[in-house]
Nanobody, 116 residues
Framework: QVQLVESGGGLVQAGGSLRLSCVASLRISDFQTMGWYRQAPGKQRDLVAAITAGGTTNYADSVKGRFTISRDSAKNTLYLQMNSLKPEDTGVYYC??????????WGQGTQVTVSS
């Protein structure tokens, strides 16, 4: 059973920064893509950023230039560095890892609240 444990959420003022972490119980090499999703209250869960096994990244337009996705293979950890945070970035952030067998695994979610 794959486990993904997220951390790093919290309350921050607009313009501030947070770094989210997502630690997996398996090796990064067992996965083909990893990503972060955000779900605001009353809205659907949307992709924020993703990274492939080859290192290709993509970002939602709303976070380009402010957020950076990265990974540490030695620690089996996915990160999301969030800078210049805005109130509209508020929501529950989930990490999702897609295995080489195309199975999706989700973290439990971590709350990010940006005050104006």
């Amino acid at each position: 059973q794959v486990q993904l444990v997220e951390s790093g959420g919290g309350l921050v003022q607009a313009g501030g920064s947070l770094r989210l972490s997502c630690v997996a119980s398996l090796r990064i090499s067992d996965f083909q893509t990893m990503g972060w999703y955000r779900q605001a209250p009353g809205k659907q869960r949307d992709l924020v950023a993703a990274i492939t096994a080859g290192g290709t990244t993509n970002y939602a337009d709303s976070v380009k230039g402010r957020f950076t996705i990265s990974r540490d293979s030695a620690k089996n950890t996915l990160y999301l560095q969030m800078n210049s945070l805005k109130p509209e970035d508020t929501g529950v952030y989930y990490c999702k890892w897609v295995s080489n067998f195309k199975t999706n695994y989700w973290g439990q979610g971590t709350q990010v609240t940006v005050s104006s």
